[in-house]
Protein backbone atom coordinates (compact mmCIF):
# COMPACT_ATOMS: atom_id res chain seq x y z
CA UNK A 1 0.00 0.00 0.00
CA UNK A 2 1.23 3.37 -0.94
CA UNK A 3 1.63 6.06 1.73
CA UNK A 4 2.63 10.08 1.33
CA UNK A 5 3.07 11.28 4.60
CA UNK A 6 3.23 15.64 4.71
CA UNK A 7 5.03 17.37 6.98
CA UNK A 8 6.53 20.75 7.40
CA UNK A 9 3.86 23.35 6.95
CA UNK A 10 2.95 26.21 9.31
CA UNK A 11 2.66 29.96 9.37
CA UNK A 12 5.70 32.09 7.78
CA UNK A 13 5.61 35.90 7.57
CA UNK A 14 5.85 37.21 3.96
CA UNK A 15 9.50 36.98 2.80
CA UNK A 16 10.24 33.90 5.04
CA UNK A 17 10.79 30.48 3.75
CA UNK A 18 9.49 26.90 4.88
CA UNK A 19 10.52 23.53 3.32
CA UNK A 20 8.27 20.65 3.08
CA UNK A 21 8.41 16.79 3.45
CA UNK A 22 6.89 14.14 1.52
CA UNK A 23 7.59 10.97 3.31
CA UNK A 24 6.68 8.13 0.77
CA UNK A 25 6.28 4.12 1.81
CA UNK A 26 4.84 1.23 -0.57
CA UNK A 27 6.55 2.54 -3.46
CA UNK A 28 10.11 4.58 -4.52
CA UNK A 29 9.93 8.29 -5.64
CA UNK A 30 12.79 7.15 -8.05
CA UNK A 31 11.18 5.20 -9.75
CA UNK A 32 8.08 7.34 -10.29
CA UNK A 33 7.39 11.07 -11.02
CA UNK A 34 6.37 12.62 -8.14
CA UNK A 35 4.99 16.33 -7.15
CA UNK A 36 3.48 18.94 -5.42
CA UNK A 37 0.67 20.63 -5.64
CA UNK A 38 -1.17 23.35 -3.50
CA UNK A 39 -4.89 24.22 -3.12
CA UNK A 40 -5.93 27.53 -1.98
CA UNK A 41 -9.49 28.15 -0.58
CA UNK A 42 -12.39 28.87 -3.61
CA UNK A 43 -9.41 27.54 -6.00
CA UNK A 44 -8.76 24.49 -7.64
CA UNK A 45 -5.88 22.39 -6.90
CA UNK A 46 -2.87 23.12 -9.17
CA UNK A 47 0.71 21.95 -10.12
CA UNK A 48 3.52 23.99 -8.21
CA UNK A 49 6.37 21.49 -8.79
CA UNK A 50 7.53 18.55 -9.67
CA UNK A 51 10.65 16.03 -10.85
CA UNK A 52 10.76 13.22 -13.40
CA UNK A 53 12.25 9.91 -12.84
CA UNK A 54 15.19 11.17 -14.69
CA UNK A 55 15.52 14.48 -12.37
CA UNK A 56 13.99 16.66 -14.83
CA UNK A 57 11.94 19.59 -12.58
CA UNK A 58 9.23 21.54 -13.52
CA UNK A 59 7.74 24.64 -11.70
CA UNK A 60 4.69 26.42 -12.18
CA UNK A 61 5.13 30.20 -13.44
CA UNK A 62 4.48 31.66 -9.91
CA UNK A 63 6.78 30.21 -8.07
CA UNK A 64 9.91 29.71 -10.59
CA UNK A 65 13.02 31.18 -9.01
CA UNK A 66 11.32 30.71 -5.62
CA UNK A 67 10.56 26.98 -5.45
CA UNK A 68 12.98 23.90 -5.67
CA UNK A 69 11.76 20.48 -5.68
CA UNK A 70 14.72 17.30 -4.36
CA UNK A 71 14.16 13.99 -3.94
CA UNK A 72 16.36 11.86 -1.63
CA UNK A 73 16.43 8.00 -2.97
CA UNK A 74 17.78 6.69 0.36
CA UNK A 75 15.18 8.40 2.36
CA UNK A 76 12.58 7.83 0.08
CA UNK A 77 11.11 11.59 0.23
CA UNK A 78 10.45 14.43 -1.61
CA UNK A 79 11.02 18.12 -0.50
CA UNK A 80 9.81 21.38 -2.00
CA UNK A 81 11.91 24.21 -0.08
CA UNK A 82 9.87 27.30 -0.61
CA UNK A 83 12.21 30.88 -0.18
CA UNK A 84 10.62 34.60 -0.48
CA UNK A 85 6.95 32.70 0.67
CA UNK A 86 3.91 35.82 -0.92
CA UNK A 87 1.11 35.64 0.89
CA UNK A 88 -0.71 34.19 -2.19
CA UNK A 89 1.55 30.80 -1.63
CA UNK A 90 -0.99 30.16 1.50
CA UNK A 91 -2.58 26.99 0.49
CA UNK A 92 -2.90 23.71 1.41
CA UNK A 93 0.05 21.65 0.11
CA UNK A 94 0.15 18.07 -1.33
CA UNK A 95 2.36 15.39 -2.47
CA UNK A 96 1.87 13.57 -4.76
CA UNK A 97 3.33 10.48 -6.58
CA UNK A 98 2.38 9.23 -10.74
CA UNK A 99 2.12 5.57 -10.17
CA UNK A 100 2.25 3.35 -13.27
CA UNK A 101 0.23 4.98 -16.42
CA UNK A 102 -2.93 6.41 -14.89
CA UNK A 103 -2.84 5.75 -10.59
CA UNK A 104 -1.96 9.04 -8.33
CA UNK A 105 -1.36 9.14 -4.87
CA UNK A 106 -2.13 11.82 -2.28
CA UNK A 107 -0.67 12.77 0.92
CA UNK A 108 -3.22 14.36 3.47
CA UNK A 109 -1.91 17.77 2.57
CA UNK A 110 -0.10 20.16 5.06
CA UNK A 111 -1.24 23.60 5.48
CA UNK A 112 1.29 26.61 4.92
CA UNK A 113 0.32 30.09 5.65
CA UNK A 114 1.73 33.29 4.82
CA UNK A 115 0.89 35.84 6.72
CA UNK A 116 2.26 39.11 8.75
Known amino acids: QVQLVESGGGLVQPGGSLRLSCAVS????????MGWYRQAPGKERELVASITIGGTTNFADSVKGRFTISRDNGKNAVYLQMNSLKPEDTAVYYCNMKWGIATDFWGQGTQVTVSS
Open 26 to 33: GSSVRRNA
